[in-house]
T-cell receptor
Framework: GAGVSQSPRYKVAKRGQDVALRCDPISGHVSLFWYQQALGQGPEFLTYFQNEAQLDKSGLPSDRFFAERPEGSVSTLKIQRTQQEDSAVYLC????????????FGDGTRLSIL | QKEVEQNSGPLSVPEGAIASLNCTYSDRGSQSFFWYRQYSGKSPELIMSIYSNGDKEDGRFTAQLNKASQYVSLLIRDSQPSDSATYLCAVTTNTGNQFYFGTGTSLTVIP
């Protein structure tokens, strides 16, 4: 497919477990973004990559959250020692370059922490 | 003060009417503005982008930008029930390359 692909679509984990969420951006898109969306809210920015460089991680809520994009394509968002407040939809988006171009979103991963 | 403010609604309009959605932003240096539509349980999909003052039309959609007043709006003409969704305003600021979404306005088009 030509769109942004995220996996898994749904993830249930027990509090304290580590989880890893994957994002495969649109081919050729330089920029990749992660967002967290709580129910009834707009997406909240987490972090931003340009190629393999993580240029902004100011939105990551704690040091339990870690993101990487080692080869400048696929990205992984990892959450360690999950807490119930981490339950949300995690959206990945990509754009051809930077913040000033439209971002195209994947279907998201719905994370539920029990 | 939030970076991007939207009236959460819900906004209800009859089929065939014009729906008007508004958004204000706080950073006067903001440069890029986007409207996304999000159906329940789905991801946001881009409707329009606008970068310059004035109107930009695309089919039934018109985006309006007024940088002096720091607002951007979206008009949907001939509203259809399939337009029922949450509409998200997003703004790129000039400082620190930040990208902010509003909380969204819920629109219901009544047949």
């Amino acid at each position: 497919g030509a769109g942004v692909s995220q996996s898994p679509r749904y993830k249930v984990a027990k509090r304290g477990q580590d989880v890893a969420l994957r994002c495969d951006p649109i081919s050729g898109h330089v920029s990749l973004f992660w967002y967290q969306q709580a129910l009834g809210q707009g997406p909240e920015f987490l972090t931003y990559f340009q190629n393999e460089a993580q240029l902004d991680k100011s939105g990551l809520p704690s040091d339990r959250f870690f993101a990487e994009r080692p080869e400048g394509s696929v990205s992984t968002l990892k959450i360690q020692r999950t807490q119930q407040e981490d339950s949300a939809v995690y959206l990945c988006a990509s754009s051809s370059t930077g913040f000033h171009q439209p971002q195209h979103f994947g279907d998201g991963t719905r994370l539920s922490i029990l | 003060q939030k970076e991007v403010e939207q009236n959460s609604g819900p906004l209800s309009v009859p089929e065939g009417a014009i729906a008007s959605l508004n958004c204000t932003y706080s950073d006067r240096g903001s440069q890029s503005f986007f409207w996304y539509r999000q159906y329940s349980g789905k991801s946001p999909e881009l409707i329009m982008s606008i970068y310059s003052n004035g109107d930009k039309e695309d089919g039934r959609f018109t985006a309006q930008l007024n940088k002096a007043s720091q607002y951007v709006s979206l008009l949907i003409r001939d509203s259809q029930p399939s337009d029922s969704a949450t509409y998200l305003c997003a703004v790129t600021t000039n400082t620190g390359n930040q990208f902010y979404f509003g909380t969204g306005t819920s629109l219901t088009v009544i047949p």
